[in-house]
């Protein structure tokens, strides 16, 4: 939230985190994800906020989706986390969705 905020100059208040769009893999290349993405961003700009998101660098898919929806990369981040005992790292692609209409 902190890379989105600084890179849109938004309060991370204002911001609309999309947290996970799943596909099933039968259900892909069928324009879904698609959808699901625009109606997240219509979802956030009714509430007058800007949509984010994170990917995991590794989901190589989902990128040219986000990409071709308009929505631009502003930075990487790494998220640690503890599983178990051990402490995890994860590298994730922070995007932004397209800013709110008359903002």
């Given at each position: 939230?902190?890379?989105?905020?600084?890179?849109?100059?938004?309060?991370?208040?204002?911001?609309?985190?999309?947290?996970?769009?799943?596909?099933?893999?039968?259900?892909?290349?069928?324009?879904?994800?698609?959808?699901?993405?625009?109606?997240?961003?219509?979802?956030?700009?009714?509430?007058?906020?800007?949509p984010?998101?994170?990917v995991?660098?590794?989901?190589?898919?989902?990128?040219?989706?986000?990409?071709?929806?308009?929505?631009?990369?502003?930075?990487a981040?790494?998220?640690?986390?503890?599983?178990?005992?051990?402490?995890?790292?994860a590298?994730?692609?922070?995007?932004?969705?397209?800013?709110?209409?008359?903002?």
């Amino acid at each position: 939230m902190s890379l989105a905020s600084e890179v849109t100059g938004w309060e991370t208040e204002r911001l609309a985190v999309v947290a996970r769009l799943f596909v099933d893999l039968r259900g892909r290349r069928r324009g879904i994800g698609q959808m699901l993405l625009e109606r997240a961003t219509a979802e956030a700009h009714s509430m007058d906020r800007w949509p984010v998101l994170d990917v995991g660098r590794q989901l190589k898919g989902a990128i040219p989706l986000y990409e071709s929806c308009g929505w631009s990369r502003a930075g990487a981040v790494t998220f640690q986390f503890r599983d178990g005992k051990a402490l995890r790292k994860a590298d994730s692609r922070v995007y932004l969705g397209p800013r709110p209409p008359g903002r």
